[in-house]
């Protein structure tokens, strides 16, 4: 029997915690991706800054350069110029771009690190940060106003052809950037063996390019573009990144740096094939800061990051501020406080001298800086440094998973665990007292402390039928009993 379908009314298009990601082919559309672009356009244009121009780039996904160029089409309809990547690049290489430039705005196309059936749409503000809530607000509102109504378009080849598009390959001038607040020399002269996995990403090559020309080895797999990313989601965490991992525990190496597939996120992993996970970074990365370079502006977390940056903060004098998750609220924060760095718990790092936005790259040259400053205190290796800087800032046993409900149940589900725990949280988990309870600022979930300084967070999803369960403990146990009753608590069991 032959089915009539009506046509879909436009897709609503909502920025989440970075960009607007979507399954390519289905909401991910070249009519969307014009949309969006519509929305940053009139935006632009709205505050009389066509003059700025807009900073356009693409990561390695399927059709990313496309879609980028499709973007541009319409900002150039509106006259404002396009400065376009001449290759897939790193996100954060629009961000340095944009504030190289003085650009009023940057697009990068990337899904980050989801699954690689997905695209997305990333809005950079002026600073160089991801947009705010503020500016994404007036995004939104605009792509509504507009609806399924017809984008103007310029093509390409005659925006180009009058000169209102310029190719630009951001690396000579990032690394002159990295250069005022990093010692690539010294880097580069260290005798180490570092193994660089780029997950088939758009920070391919860039690592082993920037160390290139001196002592230090550097091996790097899956280079070449891969839209697949291998099979998994190309985010620096594990199972995904169990190959490099089983890599350096045949030993040979002296650690791992893990970068996911558009560079924006770092990870770590020690000589031995033992991940560093997210929160040991956060900290990692704080001590580095203090004890190394001496610096002691604020810090910015996330709320769902690590109970060590308060520690470390007590004990270097440094005021720690926490914000929603996601680095549109923790990069406005950090320009706010003057921030030395931001970190959220998925392995995102900015830095206030260098940008307010994550950078995968600089964070694992940050990384690997550090290990050799405590290999030259004695601290070596990896597997060593790492055990003395957690006598210093105490355990981080951290592990998320995410409890998937059925979607017919997840309206009462999502009731019960911000309305029902309002007057019912609980009292005990994981064999402790509950010490307090914390509401996030979003609304979205809540956070327990229990007596030992473990905690527990649930976080309901306003996209898809899941919550969030994260939780930092005093041992691999309690991390174990802790997870067991966030799941509980989520089932309602």
Not at 32 to 57: I, P
Not at 314 to 342: C, S
Not at 378 to 386: D, F, T
Not at 467 to 472: G, Q
Request: proline share 5%.
């Amino acid at each position: 029997m032959t089915q009539v379908f009506e046509g879909a009314a436009p897709t609503r298009i909502v920025f989440g915690t970075d960009g607007w990601r979507a399954r390519v082919a289905d909401d991910y559309t070249f009519e969307n991706v014009r949309r969006c672009a519509d929305g940053v356009a009139r935006y632009v244009v709205d505050r009389g800054e066509q003059a700025r121009g807009v900073v356009v780039a693409y990561d390695r996904r399927f059709a990313s350069e496309h879609f980028a160029m499709a973007a541009s089409e319409v900002l150039l309809a509106h006259d404002i110029p396009v400065a376009f990547a001449a290759g897939a690049v790193p996100t954060q290489m629009s961000s340095y771009e944009v504030v190289e430039r003085g650009a009023a705005a940057g697009i990068v196309i990337t899904a980050s690190h989801n699954p690689w059936t997905d695209n997305g749409f990333k809005v950079k503000a002026p600073s160089g940060s991801a947009a705010g809530p503020e500016i994404l607000a007036v995004l939104e509102a605009q792509i509504e106003r507009n609806g399924g109504g017809p984008i103007e378009r310029r093509p390409f080849a005659d925006g180009e052809a009058a000169g209102l598009v310029e190719r630009f390959d951001p690396f000579p001038g990032y690394e002159r950037f990295l250069r005022r607040t990093v010692d690539l020399d010294a880097l580069k002269a260290a005798d180490v063996h570092v193994l660089v996995e780029p997950m088939y990403g758009a920070g391919a090559g860039w690592i082993s390019r920037l160390l290139s020309g001196g002592r230090i080895r550097v091996t790097e797999i899956h280079q070449e573009r891969n839209p697949f990313f291998g099979g998994v989601n190309p985010e620096p965490i594990r199972p995904h990144v169990d190959e490099a991992l089983g890599m350096l525990a045949g030993g040979g190496y002296d650690m791992g740096l893990l970068l996911d597939g558009d560079a924006d996120r770092a990870g770590a992993a020690d000589e031995r094939g033992e991940f560093i996970h997210q929160l040991q970074v956060t900290g990692l990365l704080m001590y580095y800061l203090a004890e190394h370079r001496g610096w002691r502006d604020p810090v910015v977390i996330s709320v769902n990051n690590t109970s060590m940056a308060a520690r470390l903060g007590a004990r270097f004098g440094i005021a720690v501020h926490e914000t929603a998750v996601g680095f549109k609220f923790i990069g406005p924060r950090m320009i706010e406080t003057g921030a030395m760095m931001g970190a959220e718990e998925s392995g995102g790092f900015g830095f206030g001298m260098h940008l307010p936005e994550r950078d995968g790259i600089y964070a694992d040259l940050l990384l690997l800086d550090l290990f050799l400053r405590e290999r030259a205190a004695g601290r070596w290796p990896v597997s060593r440094a790492l055990e003395q800087f957690h006598e210093l800032a105490g355990p981080s046993w951290y592990r998320r998973i995410d409890v998937h409900v059925d979607r017919a149940v997840y309206a009462e589900t999502k009731r019960r665990l911000l309305v029902d725990l309002q007057e019912a949280a609980p009292t005990e988990l994981a064999g402790q007292p509950v010490a307090r309870t914390e509401s996030l600022v979003t609304g979205d979930g809540y956070k327990f402390f229990v007596a030992d300084g473990s905690w527990l967070l649930v976080r309901t999803s306003g996209t898809e039928p899941l919550v969030r369960v994260y939780t930092e403990a005093t041992s691999e146990d309690v991390r174990e009993a802790m997870l067991a009753a966030g799941e509980r608590l989520v089932r309602g069991s």
